[in-house]
């Protein structure tokens, strides 16, 4: 028994069923949620929580309780606004009639802040098919009413064209409402709501980052056979696909980045609207060199952001600033001190997902893979690693190193590089 309100074994056996059955990952940020929330339905349902648990698996209602309870709805209006703006640049080349399917819609924010875009570009015909695990924020986006305070992000003449006041609350208007169609679907274990081929945007920001990494890679697999080549994936601001699949192609649209999905007959430079700058030095030869220990992370130091991290990504996850990345490098030292390597590959490829480029959390993640028999993903993360040092100046990465020079950091990836060439 730990300090949580459920015991180990049974929390281990809820989070297995819940990995099995949607995806979710237990790790330190969601541990404590699960517990609190396993305790409060099985004492909802009278039952110990081990009954409770055991009874999950094979009653459907009971499951269902649980992920309302579970599931995490941070959501807004327009949240990154950056995105809306990139959706209005793309919607000349989209086909019509367009649908865009809004995964993991939350209480519905993002779907209607879809349809407001849609129907204030004049674009003629459209539909939103917006989906999510929870039956509660389901019903939440087919009532589409809101509270003042969940109106963040809407300015008042947006407000205005598309809510009426229904006394204290705020109702989005009919002419969107019957456009947004709110379906239950589980990302992890069905298929895309829409016949291949129909549907031109997807919008799945913030969800696959609670995932493991298996089922974020199956579902991406499933949604490139289910879009067209072209067809544009929206995800958070602070998730990517680097190193998990080559499906998509990252592109610039203004000031936001947006994946496409990849034609395998097309060149890649043909995608590209606006690409990032190439990597500087991507074919230098490696040079061997003796391994030093990996650096650590400075635990003292705030944490030193790259690229695309932001104090404004993943609210509703770990915080970038202010020492998300930091604790999971922590987290996932310890997986590897606990010789529990799975568990470190998870926790470091969160920490390279909310931070892409920074080459520690790719170094951690390559050491993890590598532990775990995993040689060809540990070559890329590595590789990941040593571009990022390349894009990334040494003063900045050696602000989170502990008393290493990065010099030592590029002679272990050399090293490791070399080593698996
Ligand atoms: C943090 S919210 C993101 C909302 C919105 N996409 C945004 O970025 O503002 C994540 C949503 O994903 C849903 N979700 C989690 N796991 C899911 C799954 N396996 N299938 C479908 N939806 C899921 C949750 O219920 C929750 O509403």
């Given at each position: 028994m730990t300090d949580e309100l459920v015991p180990d074994g049974t929390l281990a056996a809820a989070a297995r069923l819940l990995a099995r059955r949607v995806g979710l990952r237990l790790d330190p940020a969601i541990r404590g949620r699960l517990s609190r929330c396993v305790a409060e339905e099985a004492t909802a349902h009278r039952v110990d929580a081990a009954d409770y648990v055991g009874r999950l698996d094979e009653d459907p209602a009971l499951l269902q309780d649980l992920l309302n309870r579970v599931t995490v709805q941070e959501t807004s209006f327009f949240r990154d606004p950056g995105q809306f703006a990139a959706l209005r640049t793309v919607l000349p080349e989209v086909t019509s009639p367009l649908t865009i399917w809004s995964a993991g819609?939350?209480?519905?924010q993002e779907p209607y802040s879809l349809a407001m875009t849609l129907a204030d570009a004049g674009v003629p015909a459209w539909q939103i098919v917006a989906t999510d695990l929870s039956t509660r924020a389901l019903s939440r986006t087919r009532k589409a009413r809101y509270a003042?305070?969940?109106?963040?992000?809407?300015d008042d003449g947006t407000r205005d064209r598309h809510l009426f006041r229904v006394g204290s609350e705020w109702q989005v208007t009919d002419a969107l409402r019957t456009r947004v169609e709110a379906r239950h679907h589980n990302l992890v274990a069905e298929?895309?709501?829409?016949?291949?081929?129909?549907?031109?945007v997807v919008f799945c920001r913030?969800?696959?980052?609670?995932?493991?990494q298996e089922d974020v890679v199956a579902f991406l697999e499933r949604l490139a056979l289910w879009m067209r080549p072209g067809a544009w994936l929206f995800l958070g601001?602070?998730?990517?696909?680097w190193q998990v699949t080559d499906r998509f192609q990252l592109v610039r649209v203004g000031d936001s980045f947006v994946y496409r999905h990849r034609?395998?007959?097309?060149?890649p430079a043909q995608v590209a609207l606006d690409r990032q700058p190439a990597t500087r030095n991507q074919n230098r030869r490696p040079r061997p060199a003796p391994a030093p220990r990996a650096p650590r992370p400075r635990p003292d130091r705030p944490h030193v952001t790259f690229g695309?991290?932001?104090?404004?990504?993943?609210p509703d996850g770990?915080?970038?600033?202010?020492g998300g990345v930091k604790e999971l490098l922590a987290a996932g030292e310890a997986a590897m001190n606990e010789a529990d390597y799975p568990l470190a590959v998870a926790t470091f490829r969160k920490a390279a997902y909310i931070d892409p480029d920074q080459p520690v959390a790719h170094l951690h993640l390559g050491l993890a893979l590598e532990a775990a028999g995993e040689a060809a993903s540990a070559r890329r993360a590595f590789g990941a690693a040593r571009a990022g040092l390349d894009r990334s100046g040494t003063a900045a990465v050696e602000a989170v190193?502990?008393?290493?020079?990065v010099d030592e950091l590029v002679r272990l990836l050399d090293a490791k590089l070399g080593a698996s060439a």
């Amino acid at each position: 028994m730990t300090d949580e309100l459920v015991p180990d074994g049974t929390l281990a056996a809820a989070a297995r069923l819940l990995a099995r059955r949607v995806g979710l990952r237990l790790d330190p940020a969601i541990r404590g949620r699960l517990s609190r929330c396993v305790a409060e339905e099985a004492t909802a349902h009278r039952v110990d929580a081990a009954d409770y648990v055991g009874r999950l698996d094979e009653d459907p209602a009971l499951l269902q309780d649980l992920l309302n309870r579970v599931t995490v709805q941070e959501t807004s209006f327009f949240r990154d606004p950056g995105q809306f703006a990139a959706l209005r640049t793309v919607l000349p080349e989209v086909t019509s009639p367009l649908t865009i399917w809004s995964a993991g819609c939350a209480n519905g924010q993002e779907p209607y802040s879809l349809a407001m875009t849609l129907a204030d570009a004049g674009v003629p015909a459209w539909q939103i098919v917006a989906t999510d695990l929870s039956t509660r924020a389901l019903s939440r986006t087919r009532k589409a009413r809101y509270a003042e305070r969940e109106l963040r992000g809407l300015d008042d003449g947006t407000r205005d064209r598309h809510l009426f006041r229904v006394g204290s609350e705020w109702q989005v208007t009919d002419a969107l409402r019957t456009r947004v169609e709110a379906r239950h679907h589980n990302l992890v274990a069905e298929p895309p709501p829409f016949e291949p081929g129909t549907c031109d945007v997807v919008f799945c920001r913030n969800v696959l980052i609670y995932f493991r990494q298996e089922d974020v890679v199956a579902f991406l697999e499933r949604l490139a056979l289910w879009m067209r080549p072209g067809a544009w994936l929206f995800l958070g601001y602070s998730e990517s696909l680097w190193q998990v699949t080559d499906r998509f192609q990252l592109v610039r649209v203004g000031d936001s980045f947006v994946y496409r999905h990849r034609d395998p007959h097309e060149r890649p430079a043909q995608v590209a609207l606006d690409r990032q700058p190439a990597t500087r030095n991507q074919n230098r030869r490696p040079r061997p060199a003796p391994a030093p220990r990996a650096p650590r992370p400075r635990p003292d130091r705030p944490h030193v952001t790259f690229g695309r991290t932001g104090a404004d990504s993943a609210p509703d996850g770990p915080k970038v600033e202010g020492g998300g990345v930091k604790e999971l490098l922590a987290a996932g030292e310890a997986a590897m001190n606990e010789a529990d390597y799975p568990l470190a590959v998870a926790t470091f490829r969160k920490a390279a997902y909310i931070d892409p480029d920074q080459p520690v959390a790719h170094l951690h993640l390559g050491l993890a893979l590598e532990a775990a028999g995993e040689a060809a993903s540990a070559r890329r993360a590595f590789g990941a690693a040593r571009a990022g040092l390349d894009r990334s100046g040494t003063a900045a990465v050696e602000a989170v190193l502990e008393g290493y020079h990065v010099d030592e950091l590029v002679r272990l990836l050399d090293a490791k590089l070399g080593a698996s060439a």
